[in-house]
């Protein structure tokens, strides 16, 4: 049975950081690219940051130079590093287990809210 559990999410002040993690299993996790997409109220789910198999990046645009993207293969876990958070970074944040051949995968999501 494949999983995916997010966790880190919370409320922080503008300016504040935040740490989301993304546990996996039942999947080979070294071979997956793994992305965070979030979700705000309203609006469609966009793709945040992706880490390819190999760890090639990507980034939206809106969180270039305050987000990275990093994973532990050992760990079976991504991450998102969250810097110099900003009230429209407000979503749920979900993980995403992706494999050419394979279904998607998703979490359950995490909320993020950035307010003072």
């Known amino acids: 049975q494949v999983q995916l559990v997010e966790s880190g999410g919370g409320l922080v002040q503008p300016g504040g950081s935040l740490r989301l993690s993304c546990a996996a299993s039942?999947?080979?996790?070294?071979?997956?690219?793994m992305g965070w997409y979030r979700q705000a109220p309203g609006d469609q789910r966009e793709l945040v940051a992706s880490i390819s198999s190999g760890g090639s990046t990507n980034y939206a645009d809106s969180v270039k130079g305050r987000f990275t993207i990093y994973r532990d293969n050992v760990k079976k876990t991504v991450y998102l590093q969250m810097n110099s958070l900003k009230p429209e970074d407000t979503a749920v944040y979900y993980c995403n287990a992706g494999h050419v051949g394979s279904r998607d995968y998703w979490g359950q999501g995490t909320q993020v809210t950035v307010s003072s």
């Open positions: 039942g999947i080979m996790f070294r071979i997956y690219a």
